[in-house]
């Protein structure tokens, strides 16, 4: 791999994991246009770890709480009354659907998932999906507001993209405002429970660097990744607060209908 080729790779990654549009698609899509070999699950799975260090930064006041709660809860019994412990414990709960799927699952994810017309499908389905969440009104639920089923749908929404083309952002927020959260929670919770799952795919990827994965290309990749992904972030988290993800929707079905020309033109 190239460093034109990583920096291409790093700045689709960043831009496109938090924003409903699908990562993985992206990654295995835009290869494939450029003539380039697909980089693979693993290279996707890594240089995540890019983008959820933007996430760090940017909800690290969230996360501090929660880290801080969780230090205390295991010592006290009365700091398992803070919010900031029962959000914790929302999050690992959300996260364990993703996490026993993508194991059970890792052979179809790295192999015929990744196929191009899978991804046009996902894309598809997930528009629709995207397009009935944000089609309802705004619900008055806010994060402190949610309940151990509420992150369980929300977390078997999240293991649904491990499918490329789904999105976990479009999920999880989708997920979340068919069950009457606001829209501003609802991104922020997709936000703070991509944490868990990407740490655990990134982690799971780097069994391969050194490998199958270039060192050098690879952690270009991840920097790239990081900036642009802190950009989408705060650009997401505007457009969320305004109501306007209908744009999102219009450019999946386009970039559906673009690969299913492309295909038919060989």
């Known amino acids: 791999m190239r460093i034109l080729e990583a920096v291409v790779l790093g700045l689709t990654q960043g831009l496109t994991e938090f924003l409903p549009i699908s990562s993985s698609a992206h990654l295995r899509i835009v290869p494939e246009a450029l003539g380039w070999d ?50 914790g414990c929302l999050l690992v709960l959300g996260t364990i659907p993703i996490a026993v799927i993508g194991l059970a699952a890792a052979d179809e994810i790295e192999g015929p998932l990744r196929a191009i017309g899978v991804i046009v499908g996902a894309l598809l389905v997930g528009s629709a999906w995207l397009w009935v969440a944000i089609r309802r009104r705004a619900g008055p639920r806010r994060v402190e507001m949610l309940t151990v089923r509420d992150a369980g749908l929300i977390g078997l929404a999240q293991a649904a993209a491990l499918v490329p083309g789904i999105s976990r952002s479009g999920a999880t927020i989708g997920a979340a405002l068919m069950l009457d959260v ?36 690879t952690a270009m990749a991840t920097v790239v990744a990081f900036v642009s992904g802190y950009a989408s972030i705060r650009w997401l988290l505007r457009l969320v607060a305004k109501g306007r993800l209908g744009g999102f929707v219009v450019y999946r079905v386009a970039l559906a209908l673009v690969i299913v020309a492309a295909l038919a033109l060989g």
Not at 42 to 50: E, R
Not at 69 to 78: D, I, K, L, M
Not at 189 to 201: D, K, Q, T, Y
């Open 182 to 217: 606001q829209p501003a929670a609802a991104a922020r919770f997709s936000f703070l429970l991509s944490v868990p799952a990407i740490v655990l795919a990134g982690l799971f990827g780097l069994r391969d660097l050194g490998d199958d994965l270039p060192l050098g290309a």
């Open 38 to 87: 697909d980089p693979g699950a693993s290279f996707t799975a890594v240089v995540q770890l890019g983008t959820i260090a933007a996430v760090l930064v940017a909800f690290r006041e969230d996360l501090l709480a929660i880290a801080g709660a969780a230090w205390r809860g295991t010592r006290s019994r009365e700091a398992r009354a803070e919010p900031a412990w029962a959000l």
